[in-house]
């Protein structure tokens, strides 16, 4: 089920977090670990693609070097991104107000 929009980043992280921790323990005691089925190793392999293209993209948008790319440098870009969201939605208001007025 797809996640609301209001709440898709917390619920998918708190998510992301579990697949983290499953990791972490077939990494760290891989004897005593279930392996995963097909489909979930599958889709295992897609998750980790998906991080790995994720910070690619904001490691490519900051212009910064992934080897370079520090967690601040994620958070600090992911604020500019939301903030540049925001901006944009005022300027397309504007230039909205500003065309209305010019034909009244």
Do not use: W
Not at 12 to 23: F, G, Y
Not at 53 to 62: A, F
Request: hydrophobic share 30%; charged share 45%.
């Amino acid at each position: 089920m797809s996640n609301m929009s209001y709440c898709r980043f917390e619920n998918t992280r708190i998510d992301l977090d579990d697949c983290k921790d499953a990791l972490e323990i077939m990494i760290g005691d891989p004897k005593d670990t279930e392996p995963l089925s097909a489909r979930e190793l599958k889709e295992a392999k897609k998750l980790a693609e998906l991080c790995l293209e994720i910070t690619t993209m904001l490691s490519e948008y900051v212009k910064i070097e992934m080897d370079d790319l520090t967690e601040d440098d994620v958070r600090e870009t992911i604020e500019q991104i939301n903030n540049r969201c925001g901006e944009l939605d005022e300027e397309d208001e504007e230039e909205d107000t500003e065309l209305h007025e010019e034909k009244d």
